[in-house]
C-alpha cells in the first residue's frame, strides 16, 4: 500500500467516524463519481464499472461488454494512466457531497416521524411571511398563517410549538410548525400533567381560539383521580404553566362525559345551565339559562358559545328563561286540528283530518275561520248589550276539519303550510 493510499484511507475512516456514515458508503459514492470521470475520456469504454480496494486503497476501471439482456460477456482492464490523479481530485468533492446528502437523510429520518410532537426553538429571523426557529441541527419554518396574530416573535427568544408537517427537500428537511394548532394545548399539558403523559388521564376534546381562549374536555381512567383537578394543578399551578407558554391565553378545563345532555352543560361553564333540548335531526342543542346568565353563557361577542360547540359537536342555541316563555307563550290558547297538507289529483293543497272525512281547500278553512270570527263577535256584542253594526250576514257552519278560535291563526296556519 502506498503512502498516498494509507492516508486517504485513514481520512476516510476518520470522516466516517465522525459523521456516522460508514466507510462502505463513502466508497461506493467514490466508485460512481469514479466511473463519470472516467467516461470523460474521449477513448473510455461504453460500459465500466470502478473498484476500490477497502485494505490497499486502490482503484481499478474495468470496461464491459454487455449483451442485449444487459449480462456482461466480456471485461477487461481499461485503468488510465493517470487515474490516481483522477481519483484524488475527485474524492474529496464526492466524499463532501455524499457526507451532506448523508447528513440531510440523517435529520430527516430524524423529524419525519414527529408529526404531531412538540419542540423548543430559538427565533433567528422574523419578516412578514415567516419566523425561523432553530431547533439545534435544523431550522423550522413558522408561516404567518401558523403564527398567534398579536405574538411578538423577538430574536433569541426561546418558543415552543407543534410540529405539523415535515418535508423533504434537496436542501434537507423543511419543518412546518404551528402556534395555532389545538395540539399544541394538548402537548403542552403533557409536559405538565404527568397523569396525561401516563394515559390515566386523556384529553378527549379541544376547541381554541388562538391567543384568547380554549377549551379543554377531560377523562379519567381511574375513578380515584380527578381529571380536571390533575390538569389545573395545586392553586391552578400546571394550568398556569400551559397560560404563560401561551403568552395569557385564557384556558378552561372541563369534565368529559358521553351524554351529550352533560357535556354541553360542562363547555357552557362557567355559566349554569338550567336545561338543555336536543334535536338530533338538526344536531342542535337549545340550552336554557337564567336570566342573569345569558350573557355569561355566550360570551364576549359569542366565544363561550362557540367554543363550547367547537368542544362537543353540537350547534348550540342558548335562551334565557324569559326568552323561552315568551316564545311558547305565543302558541298559548292556540288548538290545532290534527291531519295534513296534501296535494289533490288537481294539483290544490287541501288539508285531510287525520279522523277521516272530507278534505278541505285553503280557501274553504279561511272561510270557515272568517265566519267562526263573526259569530264570536256577534255573540260579545249581544252578552255585552253593546250596540253596534251587525255582521255581513250569518256564517254558514264550516266543514269538518281546522277550527283555530281566531281567524288570524287560521291565516297563520294557512299561510304557513299551503
Not at 463519470?36 to 486503497?57: L, Q
Not at 337564567?290 to 358559545?305: F, M
Amino acid at each position: 500500500m502506498s503512502k498516498t493510499n494509507f492516508e486517504f484511507l485513514d481520512a476516510l475512516g476518520q470522516i466516517a467516524r465522525d459523521k456516522g456514515i460508514s466507510v462502505e458508503t463513502l466508497l461506493d459514492a467514490l466508485a460512481n463519481a469514479l466511473v463519470a470521470a472516467y467516461k470523460r475520456r474521449p477513448d473510455a469504454a461504453e460500459e465500466a464499472v470502478v473498484t476500490i480496494d477497502p485494505e490497499s486503497g486502490e482503484s481499478r476501471v474495468y470496461g464491459q461488454e454487455l449483451d442485449d439482456e444487459g449480462n456482461v460477456v466480456n471485461e477487461w482492464d481499461d485503468t488510465p494512466d493517470d487515474f490516481g490523479r483522477i481519483a484524488a481530485q475527485t474524492a474529496k468533492q464526492v466524499i463532501l457531497q455524499r457526507i451532506r446528502e448523508v447528513e440531510r437523510d440523517m435529520k430527516y429520518e430524524e423529524y419525519a416521524g414527529r408529526e404531531g410532537d412538540i419542540v423548543t426553538g430559538i427565533v433567528q429571523q422574523t419578516d412578514n411571511r415567516y419566523t425561523l426557529l432553530d431547533l439545534g441541527k435544523v431550522e423550522a419554518l413558522l408561516p404567518q398563517a401558523e403564527q398567534v396574530s398579536f405574538e411578538r416573535y423577538d430574536h433569541g427568544t426561546r418558543l415552543k410549538a407543534y410540529i405539523v408537517e415535515v418535508r423533504k427537500t434537496t436542501k434537507g428537511p423543511q419543518i412546518v410548525v404551528s402556534r395555532t394548532h389545538p395540539g399544541l394545548i394538548k402537548r403542552l399539558f403533557e409536559l405538565e400533567v404527568p397523569e396525561i403523559s401516563s394515559g390515566v388521564v386523556e384529553i378527549k376534546a379541544a376547541a381554541r381560539e388562538p391567543g384568547h381562549r380554549t377549551k379543554i374536555a377531560v377523562w379519567s381512567n381511574d375513578p380515584n383521580v380527578d381529571p380536571v383537578g390533575a390538569c389545573v394543578g395545586a392553586r391552578g399551578s400546571r394550568v398556569r404553566m400551559v397560560t404563560n407558554e401561551l403568552r395569557g391565553e385564557r384556558v378552561d378545563v372541563v369534565p368529559f362525559s358521553d351524554d351529550p345532555i352533560e357535556l354541553i352543560q360542562n363547555a357552557l361553564a362557567p355559566a349554569r345551565v338550567r336545561e338543555v333540548r336536543l334535536d338530533e335531526e338538526t344536531g342542535t342543542a337549545t340550552v336554557v339559562v337564567s336570566d342573569y346568565q345569558l350573557s355569561l353563557a355566550i360570551g364576549k361577542e359569542g366565544q363561550n358559545a362557540r367554543l363550547a360547540a367547537r368542544l362537543t359537536g353540537w350547534r348550540i342555541d342558548i335562551k334565557s328563561e324569559t326568552q323561552l316563555a315568551e316564545e311558547e307563550s305565543g302558541y298559548a290558547g292556540q288548538e290545532w286540528a290534527e291531519g295534513e297538507w296534501v296535494e289533490s289529483e288537481s294539483g290544490e293543497m287541501v288539508w285531510r283530518p287525520a279522523e277521516g272525512g272530507e278534505a278541505i281547500s285553503a280557501e274553504q278553512w279561511s272561510h270557515a275561520a272568517e265566519g267562526d270570527s263573526a259569530k264570536a263577535t256577534e255573540v260579545e256584542a249581544t252578552d255585552g248589550e253593546a250596540t253596534g253594526t251587525e255582521g255581513d250576514g250569518e256564517a254558514t257552519d264550516g266543514p269538518p276539519g281546522p277550527q283555530p278560535e281566531s281567524a288570524a291563526a287560521a291565516g297563520e296556519a294557512v299561510g304557513g303550510e299551503a
